[in-house]
């Protein structure tokens, strides 16, 4: 089970990997003349979306509507278990922390920016 600092910290450690990944992206970026705040702020805002979408389809995925679609559907007769929907809820929640702070990294960057 995950509790909050685990979370934070799970979440943390995902964010300076992708912080990191960014900013070299960005760096490579301006040795073909492009603005480094700029390439930074929308590759930011780029993966915030996709870590939403994300955080909610792992969460839909454990949901008993998806289960219903899978089983009338797809004709699948296995089921997860309850602790196996639980992790994948828990991972969910990282991934959507994680983008939250990365939301927060990109409202204070346009925040700097626009000062």
Do not use: C, N, W
């Not at 700029?38 to 915030?48: A, P």
């Not at 929907?85 to 960057?109: F, P, R, S």
């Amino acid at each position: 089970m995950l509790t909050y600092p685990k979370i934070i910290r799970s979440s943390i450690l995902l964010l300076i990997a992708i912080v990191g990944v960014d900013t070299l992206a960005a760096s490579l970026a301006t040795l073909f003349h492009f603005s480094f705040i700029s390439v930074y702020g929308d590759i930011m805002l780029s993966e915030v979306a996709a870590l939403f979408i994300l955080a909610g389809l792992m969460d839909f995925s454990t949901s008993i509507g998806m289960e219903q679609f899978k089983k009338t559907f797809l004709r699948t007769t296995d089921e997860r278990s309850p602790s196996e929907k639980k992790a994948t809820q828990q991972k969910a929640i990282v991934v959507l922390v994680t983008g939250l702070l990365l939301l927060l990294i990109l409202v204070g960057l346009a925040v700097y920016v626009s000062q």
